[in-house]
């Protein structure tokens, strides 16, 4: 069964704290890795998106890795804000032939101010 | 700028009372889904359609239907809403063409059932 699995559930750093969010995932044969930040009572918004032949995705602040061959990717926050603060969630998909997301149970982070 | 919409943000409606969520995209995306999110829990997914083509979950309740008339509408109807149906709707769309099919997610409905 291809389970994807976020660890912490939650997380409280000081602002300006580098972090680093994990996502792993039981099948490593995936298609794509997209990762989600959705603030309270509100749809999801896509940060990052990871295909499967790449290692790594950019933006701004924000860097996602892709390691299949142990299923883990990780987002990485730099100088981490209070706007930051959201619940964090990753997805995959797996083969060409489904357009499914396997979604984790996130990883809710606050910043402290 | 292009998007997914959802109407109404916020529905109540009473046990038992049919109830229809609204869901449309500028996208021009081929795909679209239906997500049902509790409190705290990881989005989960009822059912979508590829182009006309509806694709439902094994385990979506027979309360669950959806209709999609065109390339840009599609509606989550559910029947007989039970207290246990209260949750965020979320629907969301995606290109099946290229390499990327990453999914762009709508505002979402807030369902209360009274």
């Known amino acids: 069964k291809q389970e994807v699995t976020q660890i912490p559930a939650a997380l409280s750093v000081p602002e300006g704290e580098n972090l680093v969010l994990n996502c792993s995932f039981t099948?490593?044969?995936?298609?794509?890795l997209q990762w989600f930040r959705q603030d309270p009572g509100k749809g999801l918004t896509s940060l990052l998106l990871i295909q499967s032949s790449q290692r790594e995705q950019t933006s701004g602040r924000l860097n996602a890795s892709l390691d299949k061959s142990s299923g883990r990717s990780t987002l990485y926050i730099a100088a981490s804000q209070p706007g930051d603060s959201a619940t964090y969630l990753c997805?995959?998909?797996?083969?060409?032939?489904?357009?499914?997301?396997?979604f984790g149970t996130g990883t809710r982070l606050k910043v402290l101010a | 700028d292009a998007m997914v919409i959802q109407n109404p943000r916020y529905q109540v409606t009473q046990f038992g009372k049919p109830v229809t969520l609204s869901c449309s995209q500028t996208l021009n995306h081929n795909v679209m889904y239906w997500y049902q999110q509790k409190s705290s829990q990881a989005p989960k997914l009822l059912f979508h359609?590829?182009?006309?083509?509806?694709?439902n979950e094994a385990d979506t309740p027979d309360n669950f239907q959806s209709r999609r008339p065109n390339t840009s509408f599609c509606f989550l109807d559910i029947r007989s809403p039970g207290l246990g149906d209260a949750a965020m709707y979320l629907c969301?769309?995606?290109?099946?063409?290229?390499?990327?099919?990453?999914?762009?997610f709508g505002p979402g409905t807030r369902l209360t059932v009274l």
């Open positions: 359609y590829y182009d006309k083509d509806f694709n």
């Open positions: 099948d490593s044969a995936i298609y794509n």
């Open positions: 997805a995959s998909s797996y083969t060409s032939g489904t357009y499914k997301y396997i």
């Open positions: 969301a769309t995606s290109r099946s063409g290229g390499t990327l099919r990453a999914q762009y």
